[in-house]
């Protein structure tokens, strides 16, 4: 699938092979046209142990960043694969995929699997799913003993959460190192504002993790200390939420649901808590943290995590707490 949008490759989560272009490429597609692409590399990324504790898919893409930097995906295609691949559901696998464009690969995707399978019968595709199961070994499977142009490996038993950033999203910190690197390079450690949403971060699983714990904040008579800003990823999600209580809870712990856009992740936030120039810090669930993206202040210091961390940070306003 061709789109319009760099995040098109999120459908990598569904199993799906789909590129984002510019304009002149997409005239071409639409005008049935044959869409050219230098034959891209092969990176293959291994995954094996299993997910446990604050650690989840957001880091997976967090440490191929940290390892591959902004430029090591250009003119590649990602491929995500091995046994640890079960461990991951099927909008975590889209995070993993959509995030690849910030480490410039061409796109990422996964194998189909049962994950895919649980999540469009659950969302009204039973009928898809079985056609995809039809094609799972013989086209949306690796092939046993595959040559990839680099091989990564991943056990995601130790992949600690991670923090990447400020200024870049392929600076990255475990969570147990944060607040000493931030001490060492002069980062401010009050955060003035956490955010969570946008494409990468913002479905209904990602909104009622995030809620869990704003509930379990509540519990124990805490809130969010900072503002805490909330986009859901479409209007299906902002309505889901509303009714399930979700957006409640997360109100209730301090947070202001946004309208279902990109939002502050595209600049779209008209900020008034500090002024240009001022040196401070945000933390959110985006995917790029560059200098200025997210308030047009090249002095902000933007970090990017998975939106529990987000969400478990603002509770103490401070980038040297570790709440795993």
């Not at 008579?221 to 859901?232: A, C, L, Q």
Request: with cysteine; hydrophobic share 35%; glycine share 10%.
């Amino acid at each position: 699938m061709i789109g319009t949008d760099s995040h098109t490759p999120n459908g990598g989560g569904l199993g799906g092979l789909c590129i984002g272009v510019g304009g002149a490429d997409a005239v071409d597609v639409m005008a049935d046209i044959p869409w050219e692409l230098k034959c891209p590399k092969i990176i293959g990324v291994h995954l094996s142990g299993k997910m446990s504790g604050w650690t989840t898919p957001k880091d997976v893409i967090l440490k191929v960043a940290d390892i591959l930097t902004v430029k090591g995906g250009t003119g590649a295609v990602i491929e995500y694969h091995g046994p640890g691949v079960d461990n991951i559901s099927c909008t975590g696998m889209a995070t993993i995929c959509n995030m690849g464009a910030e480490i410039g690969a061409t796109t990422s995707l996964f194998p189909f699997n049962r994950r895919m399978a649980d999540y469009l019968k659950a969302t009204s595709r039973p009928d898809i799913a079985e056609e995809a199961a039809k094609y799972s070994k013989s086209l949306l499977t690796p092939d046993k003993g595959s040559n990839y142009d680099q091989l990564i490996e991943l056990d995601l038993n130790t992949l600690e959460p991670h923090v990447n950033g400020p200024f870049t999203p392929d600076l990255a910190h475990p969570i147990s190192k944060l607040g000493d690197n931030a001490t060492k390079n002069n980062w401010p450690l009050e955060i003035k504002v956490c955010l969570i949403g946008s494409c990468t971060n913002s479905s209904y699983e990602d909104m009622s993790r995030c809620a869990s714990i704003a509930k379990e904040a509540l519990a124990h008579g805490r809130k969010s200390k900072i503002p805490f800003n909330v986009t859901p990823g479409s209007e299906q999600i902002r309505a889901t939420i509303e009714r399930d209580g979700i957006a409640q809870i997360l109100r209730d712990f301090g947070g202001t649901v946004l309208a279902n856009a990109c939002g502050p992740c595209i600049g779209q936030w008209d900020r008034k808590d500090v002024k240009k120039g001022e040196k401070n810090t945000i933390v959110s669930s985006y995917n790029r943290n560059f200098t200025g993206r997210n308030d047009a202040n090249p002095a902000t210091h933007a970090f990017v995590t998975s939106p529990e961390l987000t969400t478990a940070l603002a509770i103490e306003g401070c980038l040297n707490f570790d709440p795993t």
